[in-house]
């Protein structure tokens, strides 16, 4: 005879889940920023040409 299913548990290991999936992309998404934050290195965002006017 089959057991009766204990919603409760699959509660839980559903919920463990979906936070160990959460934990995951929140340490590829720390992994991925520093790369993201890190600036041209030619620096063609960071300062204007010579010559140029901020435009006022």
């Not at 409760?8 to 998404?29: F, I, S």
């Amino acid at each position: 005879m089959a057991f009766k299913p204990n919603y409760n548990q699959q509660r839980v290991v559903r919920a463990r889940a979906k936070e160990q999936k959460k934990q995951e992309k929140l340490a590829r998404k720390q992994e991925d920023a520093p790369k993201a934050e890190q600036p041209a290195e030619d620096g063609d965002l960071a300062t204007p040409e010579q010559g140029e006017t901020n435009g006022s």
